[in-house]
C-alpha cells in the first residue's frame, strides 16, 4: 500500500509541473514535455515504478497531455492569426511518418536507452535555446521537395522519441528558415498535435507489466498524471500564449536553455551510472 502523504506530495508537484509547461507551450513553444518527461520519470521513479519501461511510460504520458495543449495553444494563437497553415498543410504528414516510426522504435528499447536519448537531444535543444541567435539563417523560406521530405519526418521521430511537442525542434527549424519567431512558435503548436496523436495511439498499444506501472495506466500512459497535469495545461497555457505575443522571450528563453541542459545532463547521467 502506497503512503498516503507521498502520493499526495507526487500529486501537488504534478499539479505545479503541468502549469509551469503550459505556460511554457504557450510561451516558447517548446511544449510541455520537454518539462513533463523529467516530472513524470522522477515522480513515478519516487512512487517506486522504476522497471525497464519507466521511460516509455512518461514518453505515452507527456504525449497524452500534449494534444490537449497543443490544441488548445494553437487555437489561442489563431485568434491572434499567428498560425501559418500552409506550413502545418504542407509539412504535416511528413511529420506524422516520422513520429509513427518513432513510437515503433520508442516501444522496443529499455529505460536507460530512452533516458540517454532523451539526455543528448535535451543538451542539443538546451544548447541552441541558450546560445542560438535570432538571425542564423539556412534559407530565406521553408525546404520543399527533398529537404522538407527528409526533415519532416525528423522532426516527428526525435520528437516521439523525447515524449515532446514539435516546437523544441520545429521553432529552430522555422526561425533558421525565415519564419518570424511568433509565427513559428504558434505553428510549432500544431506541430504537437500532428506528433502527439500517432504516438499516443502506439504507446496505448506497449504491454507493460502492471506491477511496473501506476494504476489507472493503459498501455504506457497514466490516466492519473495525465489528469492532474492536463488540468492545469489548460489553465495556463493561454497565459503563455499572452505572455509571447506581449514582451521578449529571448531572456526567458536563454534561462530555460541552462535549465533544461543541466536537467538533460542528470538524465544522461543515470541513464549512464544509474
Not at 505556460?23 to 516558447?28: E, N, S, Y
Not at 506581449?246 to 541552462?258: E, I, N, Q, T, Y
Request: net charge positive; aromatic share 8%; hydrophobic share 55%.
Amino acid at each position: 500500500m502506497m503512503d498516503t502523504w507521498l502520493l499526495l506530495q507526487m500529486a501537488l508537484v504534478l499539479i505545479v509541473i503541468g502549469g509551469v509547461a503550459g505556460v511554457l507551450a504557450g510561451l516558447l513553444g517548446v511544449g510541455g514535455g520537454i518539462v513533463l518527461v523529467p516530472a513524470f520519470f522522477y515522480a513515478f521513479q519516487t512512487l517506486g515504478f522504476d522497471g525497464p519501461q519507466l521511460m516509455q511510460l512518461c514518453l505515452g504520458t507527456s504525449l497524452a497531455t500534449i494534444i490537449v495543449t497543443s490544441v488548445r495553444s494553437v487555437l489561442g494563437h489563431n485568434k491572434k492569426g499567428a498560425v501559418d497553415w500552409e506550413i502545418l498543410r504542407n509539412w504535416g504528414p511528413t511529420i506524422a511518418v516520422g513520429a509513427a516510426i518513432g513510437v515503433t522504435i520508442a516501444a522496443q528499447l529499455r529505460s536507460d536507452v530512452l533516458q540517454a536519448i532523451f539526455g543528448l537531444l535535451g543538451i542539443v535543444v538546451g544548447i541552441y535555446m541558450g546560445l542560438g541567435r535570432s538571425d542564423w539563417r539556412l534559407g530565406e523560406a521553408m525546404p520543399t521537395g527533398g529537404k522538407r521530405i527528409a526533415l519532416g519526418p525528423m522532426v516527428g521521430f526525435l520528437s516521439v522519441l523525447m515524449g515532446i511537442g514539435g516546437g523544441s525542434f520545429g521553432v529552430p527549424l522555422m526561425s533558421l528558415y525565415n519564419t518570424p519567431i511568433h509565427r513559428a512558435v504558434a505553428t510549432a503548436a500544431g506541430f504537437g498535435v500532428i506528433i502527439a496523436v500517432p504516438g499516443v495511439i502506439g504507446f496505448l498499444l506497449v504491454d507493460i507489466p502492471d506491477s511496473q506501472r501506476p494504476a489507472f495506466s493503459i498501455g504506457a500512459v497514466n490516466l492519473v498524471a495525465f489528469g492532474l497535469v492536463i488540468v492545469m495545461t489548460l489553465l495556463t497555457a493561454p497565459w503563455g500564449v499572452k505572455l509571447a505575443h506581449s514582451m521578449d522571450a529571448k531572456p526567458l528563453k536563454r534561462v530555460f536553455g541552462l535549465f533544461l541542459t543541466l536537467i538533460a545532463l542528470n538524465m544522461l547521467r543515470k541513464a549512464i551510472w544509474g
